[in-house]
Nanobody
Framework: QVQLVESGGGLVQPGGSLRLSCAAT????????MGWYRQAPGKQRELVAV???????NYAVSVKGRFTISSDSAKKMVSLQMNSLKPEDTAVYYC?????????WGQGTEVTVSS
């Protein structure tokens, strides 16, 4: 059974940086898209950044220029480098993997940006 394991969340001051990582365990026929979503308290889950198998990336407007998504298909990993963090980036961040089967979600990792 395939699972996504996230790491890297935590507490950081405004202007600081964090790096999130997500690794898929188990056998996967093909990875089509990997990405990060986030959900702040009282808000809906939203897309942060995604990267396709061909390397195409897409970012939310609010994070463009500050966040960078990267992936290693051979290792079945996706990372999110977050720089210049703002209090409004505070949320639970979820990794998502799209493959020929049902979409997979990680358990979430909490990011808190506060002084």
């Amino acid at each position: 059974q395939v699972q996504l394991v996230e790491s890297g969340g935590g507490l950081v001051q405004p202007g600081g940086s964090l790096r999130l990582s997500c690794a898929a365990t188990g056998s996967i026929l093909r990875i089509d898209v990997m990405g990060w979503y986030r959900q702040a308290p009282g808000k809906q889950r939203e897309l942060v950044a995604v990267i396709s198998r061909d390397g195409t990336t897409n970012y939310a407007v609010s994070v463009k220029g500050r966040f960078t998504i990267s992936s290693d298909s051979a290792k079945k990993m996706v990372s999110l480098q977050m720089n210049s963090l703002k209090p409004e980036d505070t949320a639970v961040y979820y990794c998502k993997l799209r493959h020929p089967g049902p979409d997979l979600w990680g358990q979430g990792t909490e990011v808190t940006v506060s002084s």
